[in-house]
């Protein structure tokens, strides 16, 4: 069992910077990849990053690379993404969630969630 919870969200102009968190409990965090999800009013949950287990391997959405930046420190059970050039298409309610599979972009692959944070990015 891994339980997640979100933080660091909050309102910012275009162009800026947030850090979101997502501490873990559980002493098998390590042993987990973990992912962002993102869901829009309106809008279907859709897939932001992923991180392998050790925090070796990202992977980006196409509108996300260059400008997002997905860390993991297992000694915290902590997550991190590193949000810059924030736009206004990035607001949205940001979930964290961790999967037993190596690789998964689906959120189908995803059995603990977070109960998520807001990010909202005015123009």
């Known amino acids: 069992q891994v339980q997640l919870v979100e933080s660091g969200g909050g309102l910012v102009q275009t162009g800026g910077s947030l850090r979101l968190s997502c501490a873990a409990s559980g002493r098998t965090f390590s042993s987990y990849a973990m992912a962002w999800f993102r869901q829009a009013p309106g809008k279907e949950r859709e897939f932001v990053a992923w991180?392998?287990?050790?925090?070796?391997?990202?992977y980006y959405t196409d509108s996300v690379k260059g400008r997002f930046s997905f860390s993991r420190d297992n000694a915290k059970n902590t997550v991190y993404l590193q949000m810059n050039s924030l736009k206004p298409e990035d607001t949205a309610v940001y979930y964290c969630?961790?999967?037993?599979?190596?690789?998964?972009?689906?959120?189908?692959?995803?059995?603990?969630w977070g109960q998520g944070t807001q990010v909202t990015v005015s123009s």
């Open positions: 969630a961790a999967s037993s599979q190596v690789w998964a972009t689906s959120s189908a692959w995803y059995a603990y």
């Open positions: 991180i392998s287990w050790s925090g070796a391997n990202t």
